[in-house]
Every structure is written in C-alpha cells, then in structure tokens.
C-alpha cells in the first residue's frame, strides 16, 4: 500500500511538472536575459524590472526568473552588461513590482562582478523560489559620444541641445549654415522622435560651449551619421530644437511666454508649430484649452490677445513670434476636453490679420484625493528624470488639498510607490530632502508609510502629521522607460 501511494505521488508530481514545463515560454539563446517591463534600448532612459535568464532544461531552453536570494549588485552589473556592454546598474530591486506571473522555473544566479554575460557566472536552478521572491535591476548606460539631449524647455521636446564629447557635457554650437532642418529633426530622431525643426535659443546657463557643424542628410538617424564640416561662413549661434512624434504631434498644445498656466497659446500641427488667432478665439475655446493641458477652466477675466508684430517687425521679445498665425476656432462645445472637438479652419487657411494672436490664464485643476505631485520637478540632463518635493493631494475638511509629505517615516519604499503613482513602471532613483525644491509652506503635511509594493500611494497609510514643517519634508527622484507614456 505505502508503495503504491509513493508511486502515484510520483507520478502526480511528474504530471505536475510536464504540465508546468509545457506552459512555460521558450528562448533562443541559452544565458541570455531580458527584464520584465521594459524595452532595454538604453536609449539615454533607465530600464527596470524583473531579470529573466534563458534556461536549460532537459535540452529545450525556457525563460526563468532570477531568485532574489543572493541577488546584489555584483549580479546586477553583470545583468545590465549582459544586455549592453556599456551598461550598469543603478541599483537592484524587488522583480514582483514589476511582474508576478509564474514562470515556473526560478534560479539563482551568482556573480564576482566581473564577467562580461550572465552565462559566466554560476547559474544553478531554485525549487523554492516563487513568483514573488524574484530579483529586479535598473540597467543605465554610460552616454557615449554624440549623445544628444535638450534642457531649458517647457517640455521634453524642445530646448537647446546638449552632446556628450566623452567626458561632459555640453551646450551645442552650430553654424547657421548648418543646422537647418535636416540637422535639427536627425537630432530629434536620435533623442526618439518622429522628427523636429530649428528653434530659437531657449534662455540656460551653465556648460561650456561644443562647436560642431553637422551636415546630415534627410535620411539620417543620429548625429554620429552626419558628416563634420568645418568650411562654414555663418555665425555660430546655440543650436536648439522643437521635436515632434507621428503620435502626437497634430493639436497638441502650449502656453508659451507666459508664467505659470497662462501665456500665449501655440498649436502643433503636421509637426509645425503656429499661433491661434485671437478673432473668434471664445471662452469655451480658452477652456477647452486649459483643459487640454490639464488645468482648470480659465481664471475671470483669463482670456486675452498679444501681438506678434511690432512697428519693427516680429517681436524679439518672444522665441515664437515667428511662427505663424494659421488656425482660427469657430466654435467649441461647453464640456469640449480638446481642442480636436473644436470647429476650427484647416490650419494655413486663418484670415487674421495684424498678428492678434489668442493667450489664455488658467487656473490650478482642483486635485483629487490620492494624487501626487512633484514640487520644482525638473530634467537637468534626462528628459525622463522628475525629481522634487513630494505633494499629495488629500481632504481637508471636505476641500481636496495639495499637502507637502513629510520626510520622517520616508523611505525609498514610500519613494518607489510615489513615482509608480506618477507613471506605470516609473521607480525612485533616490531619496532627497524636499526643501531643496520648494520651501513654500502648504495648507497641511501628511506622513506615509509602504509596504513598497503598492500600485498607488493612496494604497499605503497616510496620516495627517502636525510635527512637520516646511524645511521637514520628502523629495524623491523618479525615473521610467522612455517608450511608457
């Protein structure tokens, strides 16, 4: 009796694993990785998430999760190597944020930090890992030469542009004869966009100057394509774009010229920008617009007109004065979100004259409980890079309010869930005090304690903290992979 229960034990087993190992997803290439939740392009963007390594089993090659049990930094490297020689770690985290389907097979991998694969390391197999005990890692690479950014924008698609010389980097100086349109939209490309045009200096400090004339061609892909020329007559002048993606480049919108939530409004179509005329431009417009933007409907009296042309000629005062006046709206419903639910003329086709063209103040969107936000955000060298002072939005005797977070229970933890909040797969980079950012004083603090595997930072523990102050309070420094928008 006692062998016939063993052997049908046995056999329950057997069956028990042919029916996971026939579930699980196949691989090419034995000792070969790939992470959970991202792209692993490296392109100038962090990627993060959960190691899987190309496993052998039996002859046929499976995808494995890596154990966290003795998963250190040291790993971590060689992982990021594995998928980028030139890649690093930036730091090791917990791979069930990031995915928790069960792969069925788990191993451990383990590593002196300085092999050039995972393969080299000693990989052995883990009957007591599971889904939720798996190694994560956020993978960086060294900028390389010609590597291209834009600072001193409103947004990640315009600003001067920044390359890597191999050591620093710095402003971009360029003939006018040069950087045309070519230049600038294969700038674009290289930075991940469909394509861009010249812009006007946007206003930074700071960076010494790199003087290069790239001459490219249509075709071209990124600046390491473009050939050097060194025969130019122009001036030189700081080299800027305005990059555009197929995706969103028609009607998105901006405020430019203006401070906080207002300024004069420009419209993107076709991957050109333009100014609306201020003729017909009606308050459901201007709200339609806020709302685009993510604001609240305009402020009392928030609706106006400037002028792009001086007795001179176009306005130096203003970077976009020369762009042109090209759409006029008709009408726009109440409860419009976008601008596309306008009854609006083809853009090229306006009838305005004299350069009125439309500005608009809106005011701050009421938050809703649960949100968080990023005091004096900001992307000093990676368009993908938020850090600042924490805010959360919470009620307040009945009012939803914008609180400052307090800074004594805050921890890389509390860190990882506020950036995951802001944005799917985004993750803490580091900890920072917040008044670094903001000193500002705000209608209340809150304290927050993670587990750290939350979705959201309205899943943790909130409470209001009367101790706090505005010199007591938590920033952090999120980060995401590009191609998650």
């Known amino acids: 009796m006692c062998k016939m229960i063993l052997s049908l034990c046995t056999v329950l087993l057997l069956f028990q694993l042919v029916a996971q190992v026939s579930s699980q997803t196949r691989c090419l290439t034995e000792g070969y990785i790939n992470i959970d939740g991202s792209d692993s392009s490296f392109s100038q963007d962090y990627d993060v998430g959960r190691v899987r390594y190309c496993y052998n089993f039996e002859g046929t090659l499976y995808w494995a999760a890596v154990c966290n049990s003795g998963w250190a930094m040291n790993e971590a490297h060689v992982a990021c190597r594995t998928l980028d020689p030139d890649a690093f770690a930036v730091t090791t985290l917990p791979g069930e944020l990031y995915s928790t389907s069960n792969l069925g097979f788990y191993v451990n991998v383990d590593c002196k930090g300085n092999e050039a694969s995972i393969a080299n390391c000693t990989v052995t197999r883990n009957p ?62 290289q930075m991940g966009y469909t394509g861009g045009a010249p ?15 790239f001459q490219c061609s249509s075709g071209a892909s990124a600046l390491v394509d473009c050939s050097i020329n060194t025969g130019s007559t122009g001036s030189i002048f700081l080299a800027s774009v305005e990059c555009y993606t197929s995706g969103d480049a028609d009607f998105s919108v901006k405020l430019v010229d203006g401070a906080e939530r207002s300024g004069t409004v420009i419209v993107t179509y076709k991957g050109r920008l333009g100014h ?42 203003s970077r976009y004065s020369s762009k042109p006046v090209w759409i ?7 409860e419009a979100q976008a601008i596309t639910e306008c009854s609006y003329e083809r853009p090229g086709t306006t009838t305005c004259t004299g350069g009125s063209v439309a500005t608009v103040s809106c005011k701050a969107r009421q938050c809703s409980p649960g949100e968080v936000r990023l005091d004096g955000s900001n992307s000093p060298l990676s368009p993908h890079l938020s850090s600042g002072r924490v805010r959360y939005c919470h ?38 005090s917040g008044n670094k950012y903001s000193i500002s004083d705000t209608s209340g603090y809150v304290d927050i304690e993670c587990n750290g595997d939350e979705a959201s930072i309205s899943d943790c523990v909130v409470t209001p903290s009367l101790a706090c102050n505005q010199f007591l309070t938590a920033g952090v420094s999120c980060n995401r992979s590009k191609y998650l928008s």
């Open 328 to 334: 006029d709206f008709n009408s726009c419903d109440s």
């Open 395 to 432: 009620s307040v005797n009945g009012t939803n309010s914008w609180l400052a977070v307090c800074n004594s229970r805050w921890a890389m933890n509390e860190a990882h869930v506020a950036c995951r909040t802001l944005a799917s797969y985004a993750f803490a980079i580091r900890t920072i």
């Open 276 to 317: 609306v005329c201020s003729i017909g431009f009606s308050e459901e417009a201007a709200n339609t617009v806020c709302r685009q933007l993510g604001h609240g409907d305009i402020e009392a009296g928030g609706i106006g007109s400037a002028s792009i042309v001086t007795s001179t000629g176009l306005d130096a005062r």
């Open 199 to 213: 812009s006007i200096g946007f206003s930074t400090a700071g960076f010494g100057p790199y003087v290069a004339n």
């Open 128 to 189: 007591l890992c599971n889904q939720l005990t798996t190694a994560g890692v956020s993978c960086n690479r060294d900028p390389k030469p010609f590597d291209a950014i834009t600072v001193g924008g409103s947004s990640d698609t315009e600003g001067n542009v920044m390359i890597y010389d191999g050591s620093s980097w710095n402003f971009l100086y360029s003939s006018s004869d040069f950087w045309n349109g070519n230049t600038a939209s294969t700038a674009c490309r």
